[in-house]
Each structure stands twice: as structure tokens, then as C-alpha cells.
T-cell receptor, first 114, second 113 residues
């Protein structure tokens, strides 16, 4: 296991289309996080899972966004009816939980909505 | 509402110099303060982290200084190298890192030879 894997790396979509991103965390990590990063800004929290349970969702996450983590392994983030403002880097991270363990981030999926 | 303020936005330092990046936080419930390094096209990578019960932590060339009363913390990079050129983010969370991270806006660091 070499790290957190995200697919696809890049996605260009037309406004109004649905997109889905996948994240494969480090296998022994039970926590999985999604963040969004726009140019020149720090990552913003979207949601996180402990195993298959979604424990928190940001108010940034509109009804068009949904995330799942079936069986506590990989996770998907779906955006319905994409808007130009959804263009960003979507980052996934995982951690093994417990105090003082840092996250390991993937390289992200860059979404461009045209 | 930005809970972690980071400065400067960009920084240029000569090789061998000591860049210093500063962060200030508002939420006194935060108890875990990491720094991340990000290269273009990559996700952030954890550099070093500190808890508020210590005032300084050093790992290799990277040092965090923490001032709990002022609610400020900073990153120092000793003997900086061109390979350190990247964007650096401070962050904070509760639950000793178990909960979501709140990031600063980042500092683009350039080390010139």
C-alpha cells in the first residue's frame, strides 16, 4: 500500500452533468476525509467517515453533494448538476485515528466545470 | 469565518536563510496544530505537528514554536534549500487530530540559490 489513491486525477465536465470521484485510503486507516481546495486557498473540510459511518458534513456540502463509504473501504464523492463554482481540487485523506496521527492526503482530483 | 489566519501570503528567502511562517487561531478548543507542505499537483503532506502542552517542537530542519496565551504558532525552516520551495499550510483541530482540520490560507515559499 503506497498511499491514498484518487481517481480520476482530472475531470472536465459540462455544467449540469453529474460527476463521481473515488478515493482508496491506506488499508489500515479507519478514518477518511474529503476536502475541497480552490486556487490560492487552503483545503476546506467537506465530510468525514469513521469506517462506513459518515460522522460529520460541512455546511459547505450542498444537497448536490453526496459521499459514501460502503463497507468502510473506498469512498466515493458525487456531485450532481455541477456548477462552475464546483471547479476545484477535491482531496481525500485517511488516518488511523487515535491522538496525534496525521492525515495522509491523496494527490486529488481536479474538477473543471465548463 | 476564518478560524486560522496565516501570514505572509508569500515569502522569498535566500538559500541557507530561515523562513518563518506565522499562524494565529481563534478557537481555544483546538488542541492539535500541524503544518503541511504542498507541491504543485500534489496533496498536502504532513511535516510536523504540535500540541499546546509544549512550546517548541523540532524535527530535522523544521521547528514549530507555540504560544498558547497569544494563540499563535509558527514554522521555522533551518538551513533552507531550493527543494523547500513549496506552499506551506498551518492547520488546527480538536480531539488531538482526530477531528476535521481547519487550514490557513497558505504561504508560497521560494528559496533562491
Amino acid at each position: 500500500d503506497t498511499g491514498v489513491s484518487q481517481n480520476p486525477r482530472h475531470k472536465i465536465t459540462k455544467r449540469g452533468q453529474n460527476v463521481t470521484f473515488r478515493c482508496d485510503p491506506i488499508s489500515e486507516h479507519n478514518r477518511l476525509y474529503w476536502y475541497r481546495q480552490t486556487l490560492g486557498q487552503g483545503p476546506e473540510f467537506l465530510t468525514y467517515f469513521q469506517n462506513e459511518a459518515q460522522l460529520e458534513k460541512s455546511r459547505l456540502l450542498s444537497d448536490r453533494f453526496s459521499a459514501e463509504r460502503p463497507k468502510g473501504s473506498f469512498s466515493t464523492l458525487e456531485i450532481q448538476r455541477t456548477e462552475q463554482g464546483d471547479s476545484a481540487m477535491y482531496l481525500c485523506a485517511s488516518s488511523q485515528g487515535g491522538a496525534n496521527y496525521g492525515y495522509t492526503f491523496g494527490s486529488g482530483t481536479r474538477l473543471t466545470v465548463v | 469565518q476564518q478560524q486560522v489566519k496565516q501570514s505572509p501570503q508569500s515569502l522569498i528567502v535566500q538559500k541557507g536563510g530561515i523562513p518563518i511562517i506565522n499562524c494565529a487561531y481563534e478557537n481555544t478548543a483546538f488542541d492539535y496544530f500541524p503544518w503541511y507542505q504542498q507541491f504543485p499537483g500534489k496533496g498536502p503532506a504532513l511535516l510536523i505537528a504540535i500540541r499546546p502542552d509544549v512550546s517548541e517542537k523540532k524535527e530535522g530542519r523544521f521547528t514549530i514554536s507555540f504560544n498558547k496565551s497569544a494563540k499563535q504558532f509558527s514554522l521555522h525552516i533551518m538551513d533552507s534549500q531550493p527543494g523547500d520551495s513549496a506552499t506551506y499550510f498551518c492547520a488546527a483541530s480538536r480531539g488531538f487530530g482526530n477531528e476535521k482540520l481547519t487550514f490557513g490560507t497558505g504561504t508560497r515559499l521560494t528559496i533562491i540559490p
